[in-house]
């Protein structure tokens, strides 16, 4: 099944990280002007997601509420054998690890979410919705942070966050980044731990601090030490912590937008906080590095909306770039001169290598 759990099986998660390894390939041949290489390798991404597309209609479960998209299938020994993943009523169930099929489900809330950043399904596309909603809707969501057992494990959940600014919840996402800060880091320890629980520890740091100090070289204390109820373990520092508490930071500041086919796309601003942008304030960012090429902004609140200036390099391959406010818009103008390609909360931007932006909020 993958990672900790040996039960054999058919991953649905590694197939799909094959099928964007095929489609990247491509997309790196034609970035590099090789198009025959480019033109082989997209046929065979393109065949293989239409199989996959056919598998996801064929093991996806129907018979509740929400569609439940099992990440294996022909899952199971013979004497355990199961053609798809059952679906799971709760999902971040602290069932001991002997009751298999109650377990896994863990670790489907692990998997699941990293499908979603694969990207098999355009954001558009129905079927996209069906793991962020059950992830909601069965317990694999708390705080914003992706759940395992009694604890979060936040490490895991990339696509989970960037399904929210695909379907345009702020908010939702807003929560996400919040949480993953307050929550996944310690001030005393700076640390981001694998499965980590809520009560008390992760809310008092300097409880946090004298365990970590008594149990330095206590290697199972990750695992067993916790109190009654919520699971209370500090785990060991992980890189992928701050990593991913940083993916997010930049999620919200600039993002590739891969919900197109042409991954050409760069959006600006969709998940940072709307207090950002209040007046006075400032947000700058220099020399992001894209996959477009590097690109620089800042933008500064004022009483009436805000003021912003983009500026990219010769060469910016990006065919649009969208930058995205906190409230809708009523006018934008584009170094002094009125520009109506907006709506809503976004502004799809001109080519240029510098633009002034100013926009007023409704």
Not at 10 to 16: E, K, Q
Not at 38 to 67: E, F, N, P, V, W
Not at 173 to 191: E, P, V
């Amino acid at each position: 099944y993958g990672g900790d759990i040996n039960t054999p099986a058919y991953s649905f998660y590694a197939n799909a990280t094959c099928w964007r390894g095929l489609n990247d390939t491509a997309l790196a041949f034609r970035t590099l002007g090789r198009q025959d290489e480019a033109r082989r390798y997209q046929q065979a991404a393109d065949g293989y997601r239409q199989r996959l597309l056919a598998l996801t209609d064929r093991i996806a479960d129907h018979s509740g509420k929400l569609a439940f998209l099992p990440m294996s299938f022909e899952i199971g020994a013979s004497h355990d054998y199961r053609e798809r993943e059952p679906a799971y009523d709760f999902l971040g169930i602290n069932a001991p690890a002997s009751n298999a099929w109650l377990y896994l489900g863990n670790y489907w809330n692990l998997f699941a979410p990293m499908m979603l950043e694969v990207k098999l399904f355009d954001a558009s596309d129905a079927r996209s919705r069906w793991i962020p909603d059950y992830m909601d809707a069965r317990g694999g969501i708390l705080a914003g942070l992706v759940r395992f057992t009694l604890g979060l494990d936040q490490i895991y959940g990339k696509g989970y966050y960037e399904s929210l600014l695909e379907q345009g919840k702020r908010e939702e996402f807003l929560t996400s980044l919040y949480g993953i800060f307050a929550h996944g880091a310690s001030q005393n320890l700076y640390s981001f731990p694998e499965v980590a629980g809520i009560f008390p520890l992760r809310v008092s740091n300097a409880a946090m601090w004298r365990e970590h100090q008594r149990n330095l070289w206590n290697w199972y204390f990750q695992w067993g030490w916790g109190f009654e109820g919520w699971q209370n373990c500090e785990g060991e520092p992980l890189s992928a912590g701050p990593g991913m508490a940083l993916q997010m930071l930049r999620m919200a500041l600039v993002r590739e937008a891969t919900e197109t086919p042409q991954q050409d796309t760069l959006r600006l601003l969709d998940g940072a906080p709307a207090h950002w942008f209040e007046p006075g304030k400032r947000i700058v960012v220099r020399d992001a590095p894209t996959f477009f090429g590097k690109i620089s902004f800042e933008t500064e609140g004022t009483t009436s909306g805000v003021r912003a200036r983009v500026t990219r390099p010769a060469g910016f391959s990006a065919r649009q770039i969208i930058l995205c406010t906190p409230r809708a818009l009523r006018s934008v103008s584009i170094d002094g001169k009125d520009w109506s390609n907006f709506t809503g909360q976004e502004i799809t931007l001109p080519r240029g290598e510098s633009l002034e932006v100013v926009a007023t909020f409704q």
